[in-house]
């Protein structure tokens, strides 16, 4: 597995992220899928369940995100199981990977700590000219300087403000609402999935203590796995013309 999802690599990082191993019940299903029983916590509502193979159950194992999933299990109005696929590993929350499906008439509600910090976040490419043997050198400085330049984690501030009414049109128009202030074009637009927004949104429900955090949060990265990659064209494209060696600078989130 890569970085993001061995648990391997979340202990070590700093250490800010090292939990204990987890030592409940996991009980083996079939080949790939392991159940923590409802038996495990007098609050689960159901079940848990891993899709994983023997190999990624040695670094499940690692940490506390299988206690994520039987955490999970105790919510109001859980169907069937608490869910967790083979890139889980821990979570704010619910561990990252994890699926659940609620039902509103038993309680079931929306949770924030399931849908994730990163929501709505998407993929942008950008096509440069530079070449390949022109960035290589200046690698280590361009990383410095992403990261004095983009704000990133929890609490930063971006450059951009915005009062209340202008955050809840940005809100309901996405993209659309920046022309006027000249932080995005026509062709933005309509190279956003859904032009950025989408119809029946209802800025007015958001609380007055969300829209005041989130006044001063447009632009920076959020905690989570949001990164840049850099990528040089092995052939020419015909989708974004550009010529082999030239590099493409892909935003992920």
């Known amino acids: 597995m890569d970085g993001r999802g061995d648990c391997r690599y979340l202990n070590c990082v700093g250490g800010w992220m090292t939990k204990p191993a987890f030592h409940g019940p996991l009980e083996r299903v079939d080949d790939c899928l392991w159940r923590i029983p409802r038996s495990y916590r007098p609050e689960m509502r159901v079940d848990g369940l891993i899709f ?6 040695e670094h499940i194992r690692g940490d506390q995100a299988p206690k994520q999933v039987a955490n999970v299990a105790t919510l109001p109005g859980i169907q ?27 309680g079931g509600v929306i949770s924030p700590g399931g849908v ?15 070449r390949e043997e022109e960035l290589e050198p200046q690698l ?10 983009v704000p990133a984690g ?9 009062n209340r009414s ?8 996405g993209p659309s609402a920046l022309v006027e202030r000249g932080l995005a074009t026509g062709e933005d637009i309509e190279m956003t999935e859904a032009e950025g ?10 609380s007055q203590k969300a829209l005041a955090r989130g006044s001063t949060s447009a632009g920076p990265w959020v905690p989570g796995t949001i990164f840049w990659r850099c990528r040089w064209s092995r052939r020419s494209s015909t989708v974004m013309p550009r010529r082999p060696g030239d590099c493409s600078k892909v935003r992920s989130a």
């Open 166 to 173: 202008e955050l809840k049109t940005l809100m309901a128009l």
């Open 52 to 57: 994983a193979s023997d190999v990624l159950m």
């Open 197 to 206: 927004c989408l119809e029946g949104a209802e800025p007015d429900r958001v």
């Open 80 to 106: 069937v199981a608490s869910l967790a696929m083979p890139d889980i590993h821990w979570g704010y929350g619910f561990t990252i990977g994890g699926v659940c499906a609620t039902d509103p008439e038993q």
């Open 116 to 130: 994730g910090y990163d929501i709505n976040c998407g993929v942008r490419l950008v096509r440069s000219t530079i």
């Open 140 to 149: 280590v400085k361009l990383v410095d300087e992403l990261f004095a330049t």
């Open 154 to 162: 929890v609490g930063r501030s971006g450059p951009f403000r915005f």
